[in-house]
């Protein structure tokens, strides 16, 4: 096998080739198009996105690295030669890819597989992969999007620098995109009438600075100014790309100059340049460093706390807050604080980046940058959750207003946020992240600032958001995904559940389409489904979606622990349980008595009964509670859920929790003492099919539970 460098120059040798930019702007074209035939876009319409063949945007930049190491050569090759070039650089490409896989056994010793406890993922080899293949992590609209909320304070320094204020830069990008969309579908029909000869994508690519302005609806200077800020100078010739990780200039100038038109071959790559590039001009200015490093913090910060307001309500999040255990003493700083009900979520912000070392393979750089982005902020966010549970600590706003907490904080969520796109993140928190949970302190849950606005978007209510960030911590090591953006779409479409059988689970990136779509449509206007079809529309309309839908919003610990175990619930069990409390619905209404069903979950750690009565709230309480306790008891369960429904209209009355470890007591042993058993979840399609199906007492239960059916659900 050669090595990766041979590959690499071999690679570098054909990029120089006269016309091989006409083979770049056909990848280009082949892997980043989405076309779509009538009145929207469908998720499968994006499969090629998601194709094993497809060249990932690291591999195009790559090539256009090598581009511009000479130059370019505009002319358009004969079509067998623009085959042939492409077909040898998706064999080269491929041949690096193996080769680089390969890395990671040779760095292997014999001595490194004696140890118990050594793991060939921390290598910087394997990781070195992960970084260069890995699925990125944000939408190009989001880096177009939030770039004025991450420098708007430097808006004096753009304009006194680069001529141009963040919010004309935002109007330019987003005119780019929407005359290369337009572009593109303009090319492919021209070339229907063009002899094959003379096919090329390279026009599609192409524009001129009077084409963005008239978009833009900005003046032509203004918009020059944006583009030469991200256009490579005559002289670049990306000297110091030797190496495929090494700093590729086409990465934060994306732009390249020919004549009077500018062209780019990606609208995510100058929408990500937008979004980090500015940061590291004013990095330059030395007198600004200290300013536009305070700038970047705040911007996280805010931005999550911006985020989180809009799922909780301002009331409910705290930004900037300190933890006083005496007078004068400040034992630790939250930089986001969440307080709904008996949880909270402490999210603390780093604005740390992998450094080119890392990317490069240095084990000692990778987990040097790893420290700083991610362990750090894990370190102080545990610090801080343990702090909210101390009684004698004191919460103070930014303000100084004291921030109070609900006697006890069942659970507390810690998140580690950075603000920049950090590749394999999940992978690398896997390898290196270290944290010990306590029975009140979940899992770490590591994200971006991308894959924040992604949840709080699609999951933008506090129960439908905290039963998300508790399955996921809980399930910490259980899902694999090459980034977070996957799980989250897997979640929308088949609810994040184990069953107890799965010790591992890995996800596919094609389960993310859908949630890729939806984003498309909120943030792009794209004809598409709002929603994906999964968890938050398919039962919208059963009586369980519409409990969900009253109690989510609420901040009662009691109704947030049901919607947490509603949340949980399969199709089937949703569905079922669903036509059982519309039926005892039913009958309070049409006969004014007193009705009710109690169900005990699969695994018997919990249960809910729901009664149905006209009774005043005082005596429906207290037979809703003491039930509630009872049946607890004889169920041996940790916890038993109640809820009273008015029979009008099946709203919620009032609900109860009962929870704590069973304990025997002689005597509830005596009050339940021949206590009839609730129907099991399984039973329930048993119970509703009654009046249609007659089953004997001596039946085999259709349960399959194996008991007859007087011994089983007939109860």
């Keep these: 096998m050669r090595t990766e460098q041979e590959i690499f120059d071999e690679l570098g040798a054909l990029c120089a080739s006269p016309g091989f930019i006409h083979v770049i702007a056909y990848f280009c074209m082949r892997d980043n198009m989405i076309g779509y035939a009538g009145d929207e876009m469908k998720a499968e319409d994006m499969a090629n996105l998601y194709g094993h063949s497809r060249l990932i945007r690291t591999e195009i930049s790559a090539l256009l690295g090598l581009l511009i190491k000479h130059d370019i050569d505009y002319a358009l090759p004969e079509p067998a030669m623009l085959q042939s070039y492409a077909e040898k650089c998706e064999a080269l490409l491929e041949e690096i890819h193996q080769a680089m896989s390969g890395e990671v056994f040779r760095a292997v010793t014999p001595e490194m597989m004696k140890d118990k406890n050594f793991n060939p993922f921390t290598l910087g080899a394997a990781l070195r992969e992960s970084i260069f293949y890995g699925a990125e992590s944000a939408y190009a609209f989001q880096y177009r999007d939030f770039s004025p909320l991450k420098y708007g304070r430097d ?23 929407l005359h290369q969309n337009d572009s593109a579908v303009n090319n492919l029909n021209a070339m229907k009438e063009l002899p094959m000869a003379q096919w090329t994508i390279l026009p599609a690519n192409e524009f001129s600075a009077t084409d963005i302005a008239a978009r833009a609806a900005l003046p032509v200077d203004v918009v020059e100014r944006v583009l030469n800020a991200f ?46 590039s500015p940061f590291y001009w004013m990095w330059d200015d030395k007198p600004y460093r200290p300013k536009a490093m305070e700038n970047r913090g705040k911007f996280t910060e805010e931005f999550s706390a911006s985020r989180l307001a809009g799922v909780f309500g301002e009331a409910n999040v705290y930004a900037n807050v300190n933890i006083f255990t005496s007078k004068d003493t400040i034992a630790g700083e939250i930089d986001v604080l969440v307080i709904f009900g008996d949880r909270a979520i402490v999210l603390q912000a780093k604005s740390k980046q992998l450094t080119i070392a890392a990317r490069q393979g ?134 994040l559940w184990l069953d107890g059988k ?14 890729d779509l939806s984003m498309l449509v909120r943030r792009e206007n794209i004809p598409g489904p709002w929603t994906p079809d999964g968890v938050l529309t398919r039962f919208a309309q059963t009586r369980i979606g519409r409990l969900v839908k009253q109690i989510e919003r609420e901040p009662n610990p009691a109704m947030l622990a049901l ?93 109860v929790g009962i929870e704590e470890k069973w304990a025997r007591e002689p005597a509830m042993d005596v009050l339940t003492r021949g206590m009839a058993k609730p129907i099991k979840m399984s039973g329930l399609s048993i119970m509703i099919s009654r009046k249609l199906t007659k089953i004997g007492r001596n039946d085999p239960c259709a349960c399959k539970s194996g008991k007859k059916y007087k011994k089983c659900c007939m109860q």
């Design 563 to 655: 919607g947490f175990s509603l949340l949980t619930l399969g199709e089937d069990a949703v569905v079922n349980l669903s036509k059982a409390i519309e039926e005892v619905n039913r009958r309070a209404k049409d006969d004014g008595e007193r009705h009710n069903i109690s169900v005990q979950m699969e695994d018997g750690s919990a249960g809910l009964t729901v009664h149905c009565n006209y009774d005043s709230v005082e005596v429906a309480s207290e037979k809703l509670q003491t039930y509630c306790i009872a049946r607890k008891y004889a169920q041996k369960a940790h916890r038993w859920f109640g809820l009273c429904l008015n029979p009008d209209d099946g709203a919620i009355r009032f609900g």
């Design 155 to 177: 808006d004096e320094w753009l304009i006194a620098n680069k001529g141009y204020s963040v919010d004309d830069g935002k109007k330019v990008v987003h005119a780019v995109g």
């Design 502 to 515: 799965q010790d591992l689970v890995m996800l596919d990136d094609t389960l993310g389409t859908d949630l």
């Design 231 to 276: 256009t490579l100078s005559k002289d670049q010739r990306n000297g110091g790309y030797k190496k495929l990780q090494d700093f590729n200039a086409i990465n934060a100038s994306p732009l390249i100059k020919r004549g009077d038109k500018y062209l780019l071959f990606n609208i995510c790559s100058l929408s990500e340049a937008f979004y980090q």
């Design 362 to 495: 240095d084990d000692q750089q990778l987990k040097t940058d790893f420290e700083k982005a991610i362990q750090a902020s894990c370190n102080q966010g545990y610090s801080c959750a343990h702090l909210l549970r101390d009684p004698k600590a004191v919460l103070r706003s930014a303000d100084g207003v004291e921030i109070a907490l609900p006697s006890e904080l069942r659970k507390i969520y810690v998140m580690c946020i950075v603000a920049d796109h950090y590749p394999a993140l999940s992978f690398q928190a896997r390898q290196f992240l270290k944290f010990a949970t306590t029975e009140h302190i979940s899992p770490p849950f590591v994200m971006d600032v991308f894959l924040l606005d992604a949840m709080t978007e699609m999951l933008d209510s506090p129960l439908q958001l905290l039963s998300y960030v508790d399955r996921r911590t809980y399930y910490d090591d259980k899902f694999i995904s090459s980034h977070e953006l996957t799980t989250l779409g897997y979640h929308l479409k088949q609810n």
